[in-house]
Nanobody
Framework: QVRLVESGGGLVQAGGSLSLSCAAS????????VGWFRQAPGKEREFVAAISQLGGRTMYADSVKGRFTVSRDNAKNTVYLQMNSLKPEDTADYYCAAEPGDYLSRTGYDYWGRGTQVTVSS
């Protein structure tokens, strides 16, 4: 089992950047695939990005491709989401999720953090 804690959210102006972190407990974090998701007020949760166990493969939603970058440092049990060129429509609660296995997916994650809020002002 793994526990996840997100951090790094905040208020930023449109065009700015934020870097989110997802810190995991447990000694086997490198065996988990990780995804980032977001949920805006009144909307359903949506996939943002995913990264494979060792970080060699990544996947992004079309809405963030070219602006967001997901990476991980398994020695620090942490996954990052670098968000550049932020837009007001990126405003949401951001969650990381993990699932054991060597895959890349938009769904199927069993372990979730509690989220961190990102607000992008226009």
């Amino acid at each position: 089992q793994v526990r996840l804690v997100e951090s790094g959210g905040g208020l930023v102006q449109a065009g700015g950047s934020l870097s989110l972190s997802c810190a995991a407990s447990g000694r086997t974090f490198s065996s988990y695939a990780v995804g980032w998701f977001r949920q805006a007020p009144g909307k359903e949760r949506e996939f943002v990005a995913a990264i494979s166990q060792l970080g060699g493969r990544t996947m992004y939603a079309d809405s963030v491709k070219g602006r967001f970058t997901v990476s991980r440092d398994n020695a620090k049990n942490t996954v990052y989401l670098q968000m550049n060129s932020l837009k007001p429509e990126d405003t949401a609660d951001y969650y990381c999720a993990a699932e054991p296995g060597d895959y890349l997916s938009r769904t199927g994650y069993d372990y979730w953090g509690r989220g961190t809020q990102v607000t992008v002002s226009s």
